[in-house]
């Protein structure tokens, strides 16, 4: 990667996408993704202000403690921030997994661009994360997120309770 990208805390580029690292000026545009009610209808509720703050401090804390999170989704076109993907560590049943998950703002759904980002994570954390599995947590009724593993080769290995809520777990092995 160039150095100049890799200053602007650029992680990943796809063929219309940057993923970079959040920084705390990100909160406005984001809020526009992770406030939206209907897009956060899976999750107990949508994120304030503060709420959306906590989550980018989140995700730099990440970066500093396992060297990556979820990154800012940005329009390689127009600049724009549009939504977050990345890999985190989670533990489920008592073992820390990869997962990648994603959040694109709403008028911006179908265009293909979580399923673009996802599988850049994803080659991501089998390259550089040396990941032999990566997985994605998702609520079964979430069809759109379920198609968007499906669409990157993820199969669901099994429902458990996760987090107070049932989740598919999504998985992928490296091949
Ligand atoms: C899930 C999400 C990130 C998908 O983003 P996106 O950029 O629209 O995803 P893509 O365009 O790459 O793919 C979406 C796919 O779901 C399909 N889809 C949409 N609604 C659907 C439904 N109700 N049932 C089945 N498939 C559906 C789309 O048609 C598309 O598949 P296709 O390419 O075969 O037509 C977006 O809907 C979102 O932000 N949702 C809210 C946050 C969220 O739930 N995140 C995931 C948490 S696990």
Known sequence: MEQSLAKQGVVLETSRLVLREFVAQDTDDLAA??????????YPAAFDRKGVEEWIGKSIGRYQRDGHGLWAMVLKDSGELIGDCGCTLQEVDGKNHVEVGYHVRRDLWGNGYATEAAWACMQYAFGRLGASKVISMIRPENMQSRRVAE??????ERIIFWREYDHCVYAKSRG
């Open 151 to 156: 669409k990157n080769g993820m199969t669901c």
């Open 33 to 42: 993704v992770l406030g939206d009610p209907l897009a956060m209808q899976y």
